[in-house]
Nanobody, 124 residues
Framework: QVQLVQSGGGLVQSGGSLRLSCAAS????????LAWFCQTPGEERKFVAA????????TYADSVKGRFTIATESTENILTLQMDSVLSEDTAEYYC?????????????????WGQGTQVTVAS
């Protein structure tokens, strides 16, 4: 089974950019559909972006369309989330996730494998 280890995150100014990474081990990212979720204290985990197996289909939450880009890099076996034009409301703990379905889904409970989480804080 796959293990996911996240890196990136931190403090960024509003309007700036940040890149999150999620390194896979134990299996290749091409065998999974992958997603990013975010969560703030007291709230449920929310869908941010997802990518199908082999990267043919990408979906985004309306709030991040045109600003965030999800991608996989097969040679490095990682999932990334490029966050541009960030807003204060993007502040959250971000999690990567994987499941074996071909098509990406937006429901957290559909994902069996999770990264450890990384905090993103946008300063206004």
């Amino acid at each position: 089974q796959v293990q996911l280890v996240q890196s990136g995150g931190g403090l960024v100014q509003s309007g700036g950019s940040l890149r999150l990474s999620c390194a896979a081990s134990g299996d290749t990212v091409d065998n999974y559909s992958l997603a990013w979720f975010c969560q703030t204290p007291g709230e449920e985990r929310k869908f941010v972006a997802a990518i199908s197996r082999l990267g043919s289909v990408k979906t985004y939450a309306d709030s991040v369309k045109g600003r965030f880009t999800i991608a996989t890099e097969s040679t490095e076996n990682i999932l990334t989330l490029q966050m541009d034009s960030v807003l204060s409301e993007d502040t959250a703990e971000y999690y990567c996730a994987a499941n074996r379905a071909f098509h990406p889904v937006q429901t957290p409970r559909a994902y069996a494998y999770w990264g450890q989480g990384t905090q993103v804080t946008v300063a206004s």
